[in-house]
């Protein structure tokens, strides 16, 4: 709303008005009314005249000094707290002008400050935003290196499981129940003497490709590469289907993909090969074995080393399983007895079976 100024004492205005009157209104009428009179004559005109010109004068530079040394303080006033010297809201008793100036000045001061310290919440909330959105990515980023990593090792079924398992999955030290694979080429040295290195590579990589789906397919984890030879682990993450059964479905696939390989390079004219498989379950060591360097994620067991040995016993295209996984299997596949064998560091006989 706008304010209506009246000009009277307490207004600039109103005291440029009275000073005028006084340094030079006021003389000259009383001069005029003096000589018109015909009380005054020319020495007595100089005689009064000059000292009332000169209390007059007086009279309206006081004035108007008060006033501009109000406007002085005004001005300084807020310079002080435009340098940022002063804070605090502007005292002054002046003018009306001046004090409503000032008035105005502090309720702006006021609502700036409240601006000032909202935008500095705000400032610290978007901080804080950052932050955590920084954060967010970095353990996004962290997230995605370990589903990378992971990946090389486990299907992406897997991985997904794992980085939602709130218990870390394969982070800590156990002994648990699992069911190992081992496949590995047969006559693996004396066809590779025939072959040259690069072909050698070639052939192991489109093998390990194949058969490393398939376990993935199959929720088992790749544990490691020994020269020609394949290790999975099932069972060591939560997964459909039992370790046993899943293994051993993988076997059976892993032989049919084989064999439909070997066509392939029949028709291309390159060296064939075969794959014996084996299979146990039982319990085993889970962690990360070795220095603290090199770290290898892997089991370690009586299990693992019977299974090493029934896959060592297997001839090209052979499933054999150990007596544990035959009895988790419920019946889904076609296994026939073997009996009784003995194998390398068991001083009693391992019952096993083929899987046809």
């Known amino acids: 709303m706008k304010q209506t ?20 209104i006021i003389p000259y009428l ?17 005689i009064l005249y000059v000292p009332v010109i000169l209390i007059s004068t007086v009279i309206g530079y006081f004035l108007i000094r008060r006033s501009a040394d109000s406007v002085f303080y005004l001005s300084r006033e807020t310079r002080l707290i435009e340098t940022g010297e002063k804070n605090d809201p502007i005292q002054i008793q002046a003018d009306r002008e001046l004090n409503d100036i000032a008035a105005d000045f502090n ?11 909202k935008n500095q919440e705000q400032a610290t909330q978007l901080m804080v935003y950052s932050r955590d959105l920084a954060l967010s990515y970095q353990k996004t980023k962290q997230e995605e290196d370990l589903k990378n990593r992971l990946s090389r090792y486990v299907g992406n079924n897997l991985v997904e499981k794992l980085m939602d398992s709130k218990g870390g999955g394969l982070l800590d030290t156990e002994r648990r129940e699992v069911t190992v ?20 590579v070639r052939m192991l990589n489109q093998y390990f490709s194949v058969m490393v789906d398939i376990v993935f397919k199959n929720n088992g984890l790749l544990d490691k590469f020994v020269g020609d030879q394949l290790i999975a682990v099932f069972g060591l993450v939560d997964a459909s289907g039992n370790a046993a059964e899943n293994a051993i479905r993988t076997a ?12 392939k390079r029949l ?64 019946g889904e ?9 003995y194998v390398k560091n068991k001083m009693e006989p391992v019952i096993c079976y083929n899987v046809i």
Do not use: P
């Not at 600039?12 to 340094?23: Q, T």
């Not at 009383?30 to 007595?44: D, N, P, Q, R």
């Not at 309720?107 to 310290?117: A, C, F, I, Y």
């Not at 075969?274 to 089991?299: H, K, L, P, Q």
């Open 5 to 24: 100024y009246r000009r009277n004492y307490h207004t600039i205005g109103g005291k440029s008005l009275a000073a005028l009157a006084f340094m030079a």
């Open 30 to 46: 009383l001069f005029v009314y003096l000589c018109m009179a015909g009380k005054i004559t020319i020495s007595e005109t100089i």
């Open 107 to 117: 309720s702006l001061l006021g609502r700036l400050d409240k601006m000032k310290r």
């Open 181 to 200: 694979l081992f496949a590995d080429i047969r006559s693996f040295t004396t066809m590779a003497e025939s072959m040259s290195a690069e072909e050698v």
């Open 252 to 263: 059976i696939e892993m032989q049919a993909a084989t064999k439909e390989m070997m066509k």
């Open 267 to 330: 028709q291309a004219g390159l060296e064939l090969f075969e794959a014996g498989i084996g299979i146990n379950t039982g319990n085993a060591i889970i962690g990360n074995i070795g220095s603290a360097n090199r770290m290898d994620y892997t089991v370690i067991g009586d299990c693992v080393n019977v299974a090493a040995r029934l896959e060592e016993m297997a001839m090209g295209g052979e499933i054999i399983i150990g007596e544990q996984t035959f009895l988790k299997n419920t």
């Open 333 to 341: 596949f076609t296994i026939e007895s073997r009996g009784e064998v």
